[in-house]
């Protein structure tokens, strides 16, 4: 099944009088269980593409589905609801709430979505687990490394079992070895039938995906093939 497909997509910034194009005529579709990178010099349309896959915007024109809905034309609160739903984030600068410690920042997700406090917390704990964090919970995000921080991202990412993890270099911030751990723990969750899409610079981390689409002038310049699942 594809989770995500896009069609002739474009995006267009309009500031003042001047229209800026991000992205031109992408076509793109991602299956169920893939992991795939999206590279590219500044400016060619990484963080937009992200952006459109995750739901944070709207394109200017083409057509996108995320789980064979087209969500194209959906406003900001319908879109809100596919993200809260569908999409799970990993960010560089990780994105957790300070007043909050480990558990509370993994449970927050599921707390839009109507999880009982039981079940949130249950959940919270078991992912917090997986990452290697059991031993942290109380903990608030200054009391961690960036390593571990990026692993509380990673469980909140999977709170509410999405459809695909979107990751926006997650390891840009971390030194050598706490990235590596992260890249780790994203290879698990391809072991896992997980549908990852990792936006980078690092080739040495791309060529862990199974494809590669390298972006240029906002359009899809080629594509990979790194390895078969």
């Known amino acids: 099944m594809a989770v995500v497909e896009i069609e002739k997509l474009c995006k267009i910034y309009t500031i003042g009088s001047v229209q800026l194009p991000a992205l031109n005529n992408i076509d793109l579709s991602i299956e169920e269980g893939r992991y795939i990178a999206i590279m590219g010099p500044s400016g060619s349309g990484k963080s937009t593409l992200l952006n459109m896959i995750g739901c944070l915007d709207r394109p200017t024109s083409g057509r996108y589905c995320i789980g064979g809905e087209d969500v194209s034309k959906l406003n900001d609160d319908e879109l809100s609801l596919i993200r809260g739903k569908r999409i799970g984030f990993i960010f560089q600068s990780y994105n957790l709430i300070g ?36 031993d942290r919970l109380k903990h608030r995000p200054t009391e961690l490394s960036g390593g571990e921080q990026q692993r509380v991202a990673i469980a909140r990412s999977l709170a509410n079992d999405p459809l695909i993890i979107l990751a926006d270099e997650p390891t840009g911030n971390l030194d050598s070895e706490s990235g590596a751990e992260i890249l780790s723990i994203l290879d698990d969750l391809h072991r896992q039938h997980k549908t990852l899409v990792v936006v980078t610079h690092d080739e040495h981390i791309s060529k862990r995906a199974e494809r590669t689409i390298q972006l240029l002038d906002g359009r899809i310049d080629r594509q990979e093939c790194n390895h078969e699942r």
Do not use: C, D, H, W
């Open 99 to 134: 007043q909050l410690n480990v558990i509370e920042n993994i449970e927050l997700p599921m707390f839009y979505q109507g999880f009982s406090e039981r079940e949130s917390a249950e959940r919270a704990k078991e992912l917090a687990t997986m990452v290697g964090l059991g």
